[in-house]
């Protein structure tokens, strides 16, 4: 089976930086990496995704500030994220998106990010 272990979450001052990290391990093949967050009270969204291929996709709140990044031979992937808002606030998921035998999604169990004023 495969499973994904975040880490690198927590409480950083407005204006600050973090980087998130996500491990995963078991067998699966061509895949697609993306973070999610949620927010308290709102619904998940997507904040940033990459392929095997490299093209990668940014949410406009958080474009110019963050950058995914994977290292695709140790199955890891990263999100860096600078000039943090209390808007960045959330739970951040790590998404694996396994493109064969058929599309499936696996999940971290989240890492929270808190951006104090």
């Known amino acids: 089976q495969v499973q994904l272990v975040e880490s690198g979450g927590g409480l950083v001052q407005s204006g600050g930086s973090l980087r998130l990290s996500c491990a995963a391990s078991?067998?699966?093949?061509?895949?697609?990496w993306g973070w999610y967050r949620q927010a308290p009270g709102k619904e998940r969204e997507l904040v940033a995704r990459?392929?095997?291929?490299?093209?990668?996709y940014y949410a406009d709140s958080v474009k110019g500030r963050f950058t995914i990044s994977r290292d695709g031979a140790k199955n890891w992937v990263y999100l860096q994220m600078t000039s943090l808002k209390p808007e960045d606030t959330a739970v951040y998921y790590c998404?694996?998106?396994?493109?064969?035998?058929?599309?499936?999604?696996?999940w971290g169990q989240g890492t929270q990010v808190i951006v104090s004023s």
């Open positions: 998404n694996l998106r396994r493109q064969l035998p058929n599309e499936f999604d696996y």
């Open positions: 990459i392929i095997r291929g490299g093209n990668t």
């Open positions: 078991g067998t699966f093949f061509i895949a697609e």
